[in-house]
């Protein structure tokens, strides 16, 4: 819990623009965390760097939700590269689904795989992007 009371803390001042983007991500990059609460780190940076201070009042896109406001978090959550498990974002009848008659309608927004060599081999989840107003 301490950890992401350092965390919040060190994202308050970014808000209130006491602190720069580039101070705070320098400053959560030194916390000497647990690989759980690296995860979470790592995606909390990623929403320090591209979220706006803000909270914008026009209802938002899917592509632009997936892209500026999902993405950024999921990826720091779910990426693992070195162990080949990546959050794709598909829009499509995943490979599971298509083994299955009546599941074609199936057609997640993202996904998150594994990479077998060259090959996508095992889906550990599927998710859905939409706005509020949707």
């Known amino acids: 819990m301490e950890a992401v009371t350092k965390m919040i803390n060190i994202i308050e001042r970014v808000a209130i623009g006491t602190t720069s983007r580039e101070t705070a991500i320098m400053r959560l990059l030194q916390l000497d965390l647990l690989p759980n609460e690296n995860k979470f780190k ?47 974002w598909t829009n499509e009848t995943t490979l599971e689904a298509r083994k299955h008659e009546g599941f074609s309608t199936i057609r997640p927004n993202l996904t998150i795989s594994s990479l077998h060599g060259m090959k996508w081999k095992m889906t550990y989840g599927y998710g859905e992007a939409k706005s509020a107003a949707q």
């Open 42 to 88: 790592t995606a909390i940076i990623e929403m320090v760097r591209k979220l706006p201070r803000v909270s914008i009042a026009e209802d938002t896109n899917e592509f632009e939700l997936s892209t500026r406001y999902i993405d950024p978090f999921l990826c720091g959550l779910f990426d693992d590269p070195d162990k080949g498990i990546f959050l794709r």
